[in-house]
Each structure stands twice: as structure tokens, then as C-alpha cells.
């Protein structure tokens, strides 16, 4: 357990309104990242964070903003919700090794989008 | 071309036999690899990262790495019904800390 937890859990929204996730860590991590799942595609990056106030965008970006004012939380925002946006979404948190950087979920918040 | 591409099965073995998966990538120049297991309705959970050529053990499992064919495995041992899950393999593309997975294979384990 990588102290790694996800709010809301499930959460159902119409088209249009913006939504929030949080991904809250206890370990101090340097790197969180937010994904999403959906049948057949595996999970797909959409930001990642390396610090406080430092993001990058990844490569399914579009629709979706972060924010980590700390370093525990790191915010997705669906500026305005649609229906493409019906997921699972996670989040991950990195931990560096020796050549590389294992990353660690969260349990997921599924995102129903009517 | 996917950077990285697994056979999305479902993959059928008979319990205590040994399950055999396979993923193979893109970019040349990755230097670490990872299995994840998932199990439905549950998040991904990291079982092995292997950085160098060759074979590494753990337990029933065992991850094999061929940079030279861009191939990675991972072989479980004594297969049981637990063992039936989503495997995700996960290679670090141009960037150290990011990660691209592949769409996973199913495995089923039979009793």
C-alpha cells in the first residue's frame, strides 16, 4: 500500500459541468500522475506532476487540467464534462530505483458522464 | 504501430501449468519494464520490474528481457485460479518517469 487514496470513489455527472478528482498521498512522492482506463485501450497517461506547481501534459491531455499546490494532492478537473470522458480514472504516485521508476495506484474513482 | 503491444488473449491454461506472457515495444531506447496484475473492478498492482537483460525471479514468477528484440515475458509458474487477472506491461518511452502500457492480456487459470 503506497498510501494512495482517490475522491471521490464513483461519482456520476451530467454533460457539461466541470468535475474535480483528488488523489491524496502520505509518502511525500515526488512524481503523481493521472490516468485513465477504458476498454481496449489500456491505461493512458493524461498529466503527470514532478513537483509542486510543476506538470506536463501527457497523451490524452485534451479536456483535462491539473493542479498540486502540495505535495500530497494532485487535482484533475474535467473543465467541462463529456460524454468521452466516461472512465476510470487513476492516479499514481513514483518511486525512483536504481534505473528506473516503479509507479504505484490508487484505487481508481469511476466517472460516469450521462 | 502500438509502442507497446501485448496479446489481448483471453489466455487459457490449466492450473499448475505454466503461463507464458508476452509484450514487446517500440523504442529502443527504454531501460525499464514493468508486469502489473489487475484484477476486475481493482486498481494496477506492480508484481515485477526487470532493467537488464536476461531472467529475474520472484517467486512463481519470472520476467525475461531481450532488449535486442525489443521483447519482454513473463512467465507464472504453477498457475492458480488467483493468477487470473489482466496482466499490463509497462515500458519507460524516451522519458524516465512516464510510462506507456500496453492494452494488457486476459489470463485464466482452470481448475
Known amino acids: 500500500d503506497a498510501g494512495i487514496t482517490q475522491s471521490p470513489r464513483h461519482k456520476v455527472t451530467e454533460t457539461g459541468t466541470p468535475v474535480t478528482l483528488r488523489c491524496h498521498q502520505t509518502?511525500?512522492?515526488?512524481?503523481m500522475y493521472w490516468y485513465r482506463q477504458d476498454p481496449g485501450h489500456g491505461l493512458r497517461l493524461i498529466h503527470y506532476?514532478?513537483?509542486?506547481?510543476?506538470?506536463d501534459k501527457g497523451e490524452v491531455s485534451d479536456g483535462y487540467s491539473v493542479s498540486r499546490s502540495k505535495t500530497e494532492d494532485f487535482l484533475l478537473t474535467l473543465e467541462s464534462a463529456t460524454s468521452s470522458q466516461t472512465s476510470v480514472y487513476f492516479c499514481?504516485?513514483?518511486?525512483?530505483?536504481?534505473?528506473?521508476?516503479?509507479?504505484?495506484f490508487g484505487p481508481g474513482t469511476r466517472l460516469t458522464v450521462t | 504501430q502500438k509502442e507497446v503491444e501485448q496479446n489481448s488473449g483471453p489466455l487459457s491454461v490449466p492450473e499448475g501449468a505454466i503461463a507464458s506472457l508476452n509484450c514487446t515495444y517500440s523504442d529502443r531506447v527504454s531501460q525499464s519494464f514493468f508486469w502489473y496484475r489487475q484484477y476486475s473492478g481493482k486498481s494496477p498492482e506492480l508484481i515485477m520490474s526487470?532493467?537488464?537483460?536476461g531472467d529475474k525471479e520472484d517467486g512463481r514468477f519470472t520476467a525475461q528481457l531481450n532488449k535486442a528484440s525489443q521483447y519482454v515475458s513473463l512467465l507464472i509458474r504453477d498457475s492458480q485460479p488467483s493468477d487470473s487477472a489482466t496482466y499490463l506491461c509497462a515500458v519507460n518511452i524516451r522519458s524516465g518517469n512516464k510510462l506507456v502500457f500496453g492494452a494488457g492480456t486476459i489470463l485464466r487459470v482452470k481448475s
Open positions: 526487470i532493467y537488464s537483460n
Open positions: 506532476s514532478y513537483g509542486v506547481k510543476d506538470t
Open positions: 499514481a504516485i513514483s518511486e525512483s530505483s536504481d534505473s528506473g521508476y516503479e509507479q504505484y
Open positions: 509518502e511525500n512522492h515526488r512524481y
